[in-house]
Nanobody, 123 residues
């Protein structure tokens, strides 16, 4: 089982990044996929989640409108488009897979995790 997050980098305030999460080793379309992030000295927090069929997406309330999550089951991949980035978005971003189709913002419920990708936004 593998989840590989990529696409992080350094951008200036107001910039955009698109994160990707590539999955292998499990039946991808049986899992909801969530993005979480962890800033230095802070707990990991939920960012967005998409259910197994992309019928439903969930966002952390402050991020809705700037971030968009999507998935391509044919490519076993999930994406997080992040626009109008702010310094407070700086964190390591992780993708996780949750069995049972539906989303959750509780990281302890997720079955598999990727290694994380660093996003740094400078003001």
């Amino acid at each position: 089982v593998q989840l590989q997050a990529s696409g992080g980098g350094s951008v200036q305030d107001g910039g955009s990044l698109r994160l990707s999460c590539a999955a292998s080793g499990f039946r991808f379309d049986d899992y909801a996929i969530g993005w979480f992030r962890q800033a230095p000295g802070k707990e990991r927090e939920g960012v967005a989640c998409v259910d197994h069929s992309e019928d439903t997406q969930y966002y952390a309330r402050p991020l809705k409108g700037r971030f968009t999550i999507s998935r391509d089951n044919a490519k076993n991949s999930v994406y997080l488009q992040m626009n109008r980035l702010k310094a407070e978005d700086t964190a390591v971003y992780y993708c996780g897979a949750l069995s049972g189709w539906l989303c959750s913002d509780h990281d302890y419920e997720y079955d598999y995790w990727g290694q994380g990708t660093q996003v740094t936004v400078s003001s």
